[in-house]
């Protein structure tokens, strides 16, 4: 069974830092597109940033040098490091597997439940 | 970033109503659009991915269709447990960006 459970999700300040981790079950990290979503109270839907294959990376223009996403495929873990965050960056994360699980195609069939992080003084 | 705009952004609809939501692209991406459902404190729920293929477990009154910059959700026949918001999101290109979402009410 695929699982993806996120932790970290704190209180914060403006300008601190923050890391978040999902922990998956049931398939590899390695070998699938590993992403985060936010979405901020009240608000859509934000997609944030993906890591796949040997390590590629892509972020959201929003999050682009202060986010940096990582995998550990050994302990089946993706990690969002967030530097120099801002009270927009209050959300709560999602960690999504964009995986070949809809007929062969890649598809966000599997999310966690998400983690919140409050950036506030 | 490809931008999407999705309509409209709020609904109301009575029970056995067809429904419609629409998607457009800011430029082709091909059949590469999923359509999400979300209720308040949960994760979203892929309900349709590439346009058109219904999830396994997604009832038979959802169907997407569109191709190219303009897509469509389509519930043939609104039931109680529809409420919530709706997504569509384009995976054709990286950033994957998510349109403004419709907020369905009953």
């Known amino acids: 069974e695929v699982l993806l459970v996120e932790s970290g999700g704190d209180l914060v300040q403006p300008g601190g830092s923050l890391r978040l981790s999902c922990a998956a079950s049931?398939?590899?990290?390695?070998?699938?597109?590993m992403t985060w979503v936010r979405q901020a109270p009240g608000k859509g839907l934000e997609w944030v940033a993906v890591?796949?294959?040997?390590?590629?990376?892509h972020y959201a223009d929003s999050v682009r040098g202060r986010f940096n996403i990582s995998r550990d495929n050994s302990r089946k873990r993706v990690s969002l490091q967030m530097d120099n965050l801002s009270v927009e960056d209050t959300a709560t994360y999602f960690c999504?597997?964009?995986?070949?699980?809809?007929?062969?195609?890649?598809?966000?069939?599997?999310w966690g439940r998400g983690t919140r992080v409050t950036v506030s003084s | 970033a490809i931008q999407m705009t999705q309509s409209p952004s709020s609904l109301l609809a009575s029970v056995g109503d067809r429904v419609t939501i629409t998607c457009r692209a800011g430029?082709?991406?091909?059949?590469?659009l999923a359509w999400f459902h979300q209720t308040p404190g949960k994760a979203p729920r892929l309900l349709i991915s590439?346009?058109?293929s219904l999830r396994s477990g997604v009832p038979s009154r959802y169907s997407g269709s569109g191709s190219g910059t303009l897509f469509t959700l389509t519930i043939s026949s609104l039931q109680p447990e529809d409420v919530g918001t709706y997504f569509c999101?384009?995976?054709?290109?990286?950033?994957?960006?998510f349109g403004q979402g419709t907020k369905l009410e009953i």
């Open positions: 890591i796949y294959s040997a390590g590629s990376k």
């Open positions: 049931g398939f590899s990290v390695d070998r699938d597109y």
């Open positions: 999504a597997r964009w995986g070949a699980t809809c007929g062969g195609r890649s598809c966000y069939e599997f």
């Open positions: 430029q082709d991406i091909k059949k590469d």
């Open positions: 590439a346009t058109s």
């Open positions: 999101l384009q995976d054709f290109r990286f950033p994957h960006t």
